[in-house]
């Protein structure tokens, strides 16, 4: 089937996003894959065989990085006067230089590290040169594959340092030099070398890997049709079936652009086959791609550095997360539910509906490495790095038996079923090593404002958002949700959050150890900022996830990016709920029947706030009627807010789930009363 061209649209946003730009020349194309399946089985290598320090880690993995940007996207993605410049069908002379001495910027720290060390604080003027070169490296590659915002971001805080002393008194700062600038952000493990790299380095790439493989081997089809024969039948099935597949896709994609072009190229075309206009089809998939990175237990890379930044296991972040992440989840799919019953919508005919039973038996084995994955995670423990590498090694041991069980099937050649799955794996590798680009660079360069701020920078800007909170913590939330949606236009998820948090959390818990506020768990700031982050994949106009959605569904942009964003509202309240109440991320709660009891009333919270947003319940909402869901979703949300202004014991808080479900159920009987008098 020939593509459209607005679905070689969306495909060209993804392979700009991952580097997929230059494909022309065969050995260009050998130079790059080359590199990308180096840096794979390196990675590959860490976990089990291999011995090397943090630091050389690190290193290397920006390295493979920087050269990687360097040979795959142009200095400029339109023409300019210099051809080499913006040459996009062939690599340059220019930029394999570039990827050459980038490399040995990167490498430096590694090579004279013992001298380096010996210098600390005093750098030599070899090191200043080689330390402002890298600076220059990072940036530019950075700008290549995530474009300038996180670079002018960067350039401001540097700027900030540097001229801290010259600004008016409220914004002013003890400068630094530039030797101790250099020191920190360059050449020591504070800076462009520290936690967010070495996170990506030792444990994103290899879950990005085990998801590009499983994406190469047919997963994500797998997914789509797993989800359709179960769901399809019912009303708005195609939409309930895009949640769920987009879910399960997203446990194996650090992507929400991915996510959308792989999952949406099969599940908006079938929403639109039962009746969704185009804006509806694609905003539900956006906002299903979108919310793929909240999924436990393979969330999105900042997930893994909140676990680095709170010395804590993946697995506790993994457990505040999961019912803010089912929740989300639940409440979008009720969504397609309430879009359904507008449009008076059915399911698709049973002729379109797959078999469960000859989907799970063509594809039960991709199921494997992710249940092997729980379980290495949950059961046994092992760290996130050695269960997803033996997760990978399980998936590539499953490739190699498909194809050679196919080709028995056939009697065919089992030489030529080797072939096949090397090239399946080999796919995999380099897919991993392209989808890692925007991680690692987005650390990397995030990873110099971090250098800044812990140079004492960051005090001052915790002053000056204080005062512009007036210590107020929903004040100050409102602040960092805005700032973190603004930011996250033009910056990816990640580095969305690493920003954020390094400025926002130290205020958030200093308020609260102040007693300012109520007590808020490190987990549920941090947790604030890592949702904000993702939400901003989806903010009108910038929300690249919404452009590749509306070019599948020829719908315009930016009202899909809107209808999208007020789906995605439903999740924006859930990060405000669990800082005013902590047990929604299970803080002190160790009891599964009270765990299951604050998931479930969490879960009517969203539904009651779905209602009153998309304005209809079971009939079109009147305007009274949505303050009353509002309060329900309060108390559902945050049932010791009754007590408090009932000043009654904490205790007694559960019983006031009582109260949500009398409002909640008023409305409801309201609605069907209408709606009989209407028959």
């Known amino acids: 089937m020939r593509k459209t061209t607005e679905l070689k649209r969306a495909e060209q946003i993804l392979k700009e996003e991952t580097g997929r730009i230059r494909q022309k020349r065969c050995i260009d194309r050998y130079v790059v894959s080359s590199i990308a399946v180096a840096w794979a089985v390196f990675q590959l290598a860490l976990p089990r065989f291999i011995i090397l320090d943090s630091v050389t880690i690190r290193a290397i993995h920006l390295a493979f990085a920087v050269a990687l940007v360097f040979l795959t996207i142009p200095m400029f993605k339109r023409r300019c006067g210099i051809k080499a410049l913006s040459a996009r069908k062939y690599i340059p002379a220019i930029d394999f230089i570039f990827a050459a001495v980038g490399c040995l910027f990167v490498l430096y720290i590694v090579i004279d590290w013992t001298g380096i060390s010996m210098r600390a604080g005093v750098p030599n003027t070899r090191d200043i040169i080689i330390g402002i070169c890298l600076i220059l490296i990072v940036l530019e590659s950075s700008r290549r594959v995530i474009g300038l915002p996180l670079v002018i971001i960067a350039i401001l805080f540097t700027l900030y340092a540097f001229f801290g002393p010259y600004m008016p008194a409220i914004f002013a700062l003890r400068g630094v030099s530039l030797a101790k600038y250099l020191s920190q952000v360059a050449l020591s493990t504070e800076g462009i070398y520290g936690i967010p790299l070495d996170v990506s380095a030792n444990t994103v790439y290899l879950f990005v890997l085990l998801g590009a493989m499983l994406e190469r081997a047919g997963a994500v089809n797998f997914f789509n049709d797993l989800a359709i024969s179960l769901l399809g039948r019912y009303k708005g099935g195609p939409a309930k079936a895009a949640v769920v597949a987009s879910g399960l896709t997203g446990l194996v994609s650090g992507s929400s652009i991915a996510n959308v072009v792989t999952t949406g190229t099969f599940t908006i075309p079938l929403m639109k086959k039962v009746g969704y206009p185009g804006k509806i089809a694609a905003a539900t998939e956006v906002a299903a791609s979108t919310n793929g990175q909240l999924m436990p237990p393979i969330m999105g890379a900042a997930a893994f550095i909140i676990a680095e930044y709170l010395s804590v296991p993946y697995l506790e972040v993994v457990k505040a997360a999961a019912i803010p992440a ?344 309201m609605q069907r009363f209408r709606q009989r008098s209407r028959e």
């Open 326 to 669: 089912f929740v989300s989840y639940f409440a979008l799919f009720y969504i397609t539910h309430l879009e359904a019953s507008k449009l008076g919508m059915r399911g698709l005919p049973r002729s379109d509906i797959p078999r469960f039973g000859a989907v799970m038996k063509n594809g039960f084995y991709y199921l494997i490495p992710l249940f092997l994955l729980l379980y290495e995670l949950m059961v046994v423990r092992h760290t996130p790095k050695l269960a997803a590498f033996n997760a990978i090694m399980v998936l590539m041991l499953i490739i190699v038996v498909r194809e050679v069980h196919k080709a028995l099937g056939a009697e065919s050649g089992i030489v030529k079923s080797l072939i096949r799955a090397g090239k399946t794996i080999g796919n995999g590798f380099i897919a991993g090593s392209r989808n890692m680009l925007t991680v690692a660079l987005a650390t990397a360069c995030a990873g110099i404002v971090v250098g800044i701020v812990t140079m004492g920078i960051g005090s001052m800007i915790v002053q000056i958002v204080e005062i512009l909170s007036a210590g107020n913590i929903f004040l100050l939330l409102l602040i960092t949700a805005t700032a973190s949606l603004i930011i996250g236009m033009g910056l990816p998820t990640t580095a969305t959050y690493i920003v954020m948090a390094s400025i926002t959390v130290p205020i958030i818990i200093r308020l609260s150890a102040r007693g300012v506020v109520d007590f808020v768990p490190a987990m549920a700031a941090h947790l604030f900022c890592f949702y904000f982050g993702i939400l901003a994949d989806d903010t009108p106009p910038v929300g690249l996830a919404a452009y590749s959605a509306a070019a599948i569904a020829k719908s315009d942009p930016i009202p899909t990016g809107i209808k999208g964003f007020t789906y995605d509202l439903r999740t924006a309240v859930i990060p405000f709920m669990f800082v005013l109440n902590a047990e929604l991320i299970l803080f002190g709660v160790h009891n599964l029947a009270q765990a299951l009891l604050i998931f479930a009333m969490a879960a009517f919270g969203a539904f009651a706030f779905a209602n009153a947003v998309q304005g209809w319940f079971v009939l079109k909402n009147k305007i009274y009627e949505i303050p009353l869901f509002l309060i329900a979703s309060v108390i559902f949300f945050y049932p010791a807010l009754v007590t408090n202004l009932l000043n009654l014991s904490y205790e007694v808080r559960y019983y006031m789930y009582g109260a949500g479900f009398l409002i909640y159920g008023s409305v409801y009987l």
